[in-house]
T-cell receptor
Framework: TQLLEQSPQFLSIQEGENLTVYCNSSSVFSSLQWYRQEPGEGPVLLVTVVTGGEVKKLKRLTFQFGDARKDSSLHITAAQPGDTGLYLCAGFEDEKLTFGTGTRLTIIP | DTEVTQTPKHLVMGMTNKKSLKCEQHMGHRAMYWYKQKAKKPPELMFVYSYEKLSINESVPSRFSPECPNSSLLNLHLHALQPEDSALYLC?????????????FGPGTRLTVT
């Protein structure tokens, strides 16, 4: 079973601060996705990274895929209350998407 | 239309009941999925349907029985469940089986087994 460990598990910061969430695995994935899930809803895709070393930016969010394709990070600049939610990385291999353990982010106004 | 709909939104059932969860998408997606999500945990894959055929069963107990009547519909039939089966059940779809595309998730059915 492929495991994706995320850290931190919980993060509560003030509006305007920066933060980084990490996603680590002992296995190699052909590609990795980041999702955000809000209460009462299903996860929504934020980004897909497929190449080792790849960096993608989505407004204030920066995603990086590790060179060995076993880890990834999500950096948020100037966090806003609307960023609050459960952030999930997910690795794709053998037709299946395996979700990470999740990071619950709370941005305090 | 990028919506995946699930009904019912909430379901309470006894351990001897039989019930069904329904999922529908009209995006022309040929891969559909069932996930189980326990409180404060990530979604866990249960079943994958590729071109309306069951392609992956993640060793799910037989009290959960999936069905794909056509390319737009996915059902999950429930029978003789246990209290530990209480969870949020998510349906998802994606464009092409076996290839990484965005998975579109429904809002889920929150199931409580009493």
């Amino acid at each position: 079973t492929q495991l994706l460990e995320q850290s931190p598990q919980f993060l509560s910061i003030q509006e305007g601060e920066n933060l980084t969430v990490y996603c680590n695995s002992s296995s190699v994935f052909s590609s990795l996705q980041w999702y955000r899930q809000e209460p009462g809803e299903g996860p929504v895709l934020l980004v897909t990274v497929v190449t080792g070393g790849e960096v993608k930016k989505l407004k204030r969010l920066t995603f990086q895929f590790g060179d060995a394709r076993k880890d990834s990070s999500l950096h948020i600049t100037a966090a806003q209350p609307g960023d609050t939610g459960l952030y999930l990385c997910a690795g794709f291999e053998d037709e299946k998407l395996t979700f990470g353990t999740g990071t619950r982010l709370t941005i305090i106004p | 239309d990028t919506e995946v709909t699930q009904t019912p939104k909430h379901l309470v059932m006894g351990m001897t009941n039989k019930k069904s969860l329904k999922c529908e998408q009209h995006m022309g997606h040929r891969a559909m999925y069932w996930y189980k999500q326990k409180a404060k945990k990530p979604p866990e894959l249960m079943f994958v349907y590729s071109y309306e055929k069951l392609s992956i069963n993640e060793s799910v107990p037989s009290r959960f029985s999936p069905e794909c009547p056509n390319s737009s519909l996915l059902n999950l039939h429930l029978h003789a469940l246990q209290p530990e089966d209480s969870a949020l059940y998510l349906c998802a779809s994606s464009d092409t089986p076996g290839q990484l595309y965005e998975q579109y998730f429904g809002p889920g059915t929150r199931l409580t087994v009493t």
